[in-house]
């Protein structure tokens, strides 16, 4: 046979061996992880929408500030970049590795035995190298940026759910506490308006000394807090400012200018935890990471067995030219050990991996679960504490017309309005912790993600 038959035989077979399957296992069949069928006091079976779900409050300003913020968030931002980065990986993946360099060199050389006669020397070289996946480690490795590609996506809509948790977290609890803040205005002048009547009452002999000073210390007590909320409230918005990468002053005039408190809406249907495996990106996250630990097991497997390689190299020294082309064959032998030990821990990160996987898929069924059940209770709870506020407001005016027409006494007046303060601030609470939890049910079935 020819040496250009030889050559020829030589690459078919090659060639031949490039088409064999790649090893190690496939990151594109995962197992199918085991859920529960339905959720416990699961409220719907509708499967939640990847949409807007906030615009559910019905607040046309939090509507807008999340708008506005989503285009620039630090977080946001940041997590986009790192996806940028891992399409950068993807493309620098090939169907096999590759090297073409050239050098190019000048200098003096002696051209005679004398050491006299010397001349110019140039040399160039172009040299090229294509070492071909015979056993798929060149596909697992892009296998495997892929699965970081996929990962850094379900990232970042993890980061996206995160930012609009806290975001919703401190919108809520900014109206709360300016509700807190009209309750105990309104409580102030309630008890203003007690003193007035204490003093005259007096004054004419009625009440006592002693009464004006209860009356006064109520009035006192109310008005210590409102620094309190007024605190708690710029808190919440310099939260915001941050989040949402706006100033702070323009941000605190919007705010103050006023908004009724978010109420919960209704819903919403959380379908079965297998809609989980498709709607929460912490899940696809985990997952991803899992077929580019099996990549990576792939891409070590490949490492322990032989490499073939084509070569070719051409130079041109003087206006001479020389060329060279043809196979390489290189054997892993003395660094089996270390190759086996790269093998092996890739597989206990795959493992590793495949734990993290199926917990977070268990922790996203809790979430969810958790969540029903705060929902159903805070509401429940919200509810109730509403009536009661009801409730007392119609006794302290039962007990501000009974002291005005002198059949009660001041100190039963008095805890009348303690009771009617307090309710209504707890009532206030409870339908923020209810608000509050719609979103975290909403946010706990991957809804908003996209």
């Known amino acids: 046979m020819s040496f250009r038959l030889h050559r020829r035989a030589m690459l078919g077979s090659v060639l031949a061996l490039g088409a064999c399957a790649a090893v190690g296992p496939d990151p594109n069949a995962l197992p199918t992880p085991a859920v529960p069928a339905g959720f416990d006091e699961s409220e719907g079976a509708a499967t939640p929408a990847q949409t807007a779900f906030w615009s559910g409050y019905n607040d046309a300003t939090l509507n807008r500030l999340i708008g506005q913020g989503m285009g620039q968030s630090f977080d946001i931002m940041a997590a986009n970049e790192r996806i940028r980065a891992a399409q950068a990986d993807v493309r620098a993946a090939q169907p096999w590795a590759s090297q073409i360099g050239g050098t190019t060199t000048a200098g003096r050389e002696r051209t005679g035995g004398d050491g006299i006669a010397a001349g110019t020397a140039n040399t160039a070289a172009l040299s090229a190298s294509f070492v071909f996946d015979l056993f798929g480690g060149a596909r697992r490795a892009r296998e495997g940026a892929a699965a970081g590609l996929q990962s850094a996506e379900a990232q970042a809509q993890t980061v996206r759910l995160a930012w609009l948790a806290e975001v919703i977290a401190a919108y809520a609890d900014a109206r709360f506490f300016q509700q807190a803040l009209a309750l105990t205005r309104d409580t102030i002048r309630t008890r203003e ?168 898929i268990a922790a996203a069924v809790e979430d969810v679960q958790t969540a029903q059940s705060n929902l159903r209770r ?41 009771s009617r303060a307090s309710a209504r601030l707890a009532a206030a609470q409870a339908r923020n912790a209810a608000a509050k939890e719609w979103a975290t049910l909403q946010i706990a079935t991957g809804a908003g993600s996209r």
């Open 193 to 360: 308006g007690t003193l007035d009547v204490t003093r005259n009452s007096q004054s004419v002999g009625i009440a006592t000394e002693y009464d004006v000073a209860q009356t006064e210390a109520l009035l006192q007590t109310a008005r210590a807090d409102l620094p309190n909320y007024e605190a708690q409230f710029n808190a919440q918005v310099y939260r915001l400012s941050t989040l949402l990468n706006l100033q702070a002053a323009p941000l605190m005039g919007q705010m103050r200018g006023g908004s009724a408190q978010l109420r919960t809406p209704p819903g919403p249907g959380t379908g079965v935890p297998a809609d989980l495996l498709r709607s929460r990106p912490d899940i696809r996250v985990a997952q991803a990471d899992y077929a580019a630990a099996l990549a990576a097991v792939g891409v070590a497997t490949a490492d322990l067995l032989p490499a073939i390689s084509l070569t070719g190299r051409v130079t041109d020294q003087g206006g001479a030219t020389a060329w060279g082309f043809g196979p390489g064959l290189s054997l892993p032998v003395l660094n089996q050990g270390a190759l086996q030990a790269t093998r092996s821990r890739r597989l206990s990160e795959a493992r590793g991996a495949e734990i993290a996987w199926k917990s977070a």
């Open 378 to 418: 805070f509401r429940q709870r919200a509810a109730t504490l509403e009536g009661a506020a009801a409730s007392y407001d119609r006794a302290y005016a039962l007990a501000r017309q009974n002291f005005e027409a002198g059949a009660l006494a001041l100190v039963d007046l008095l805890e009348a309005d303690r």
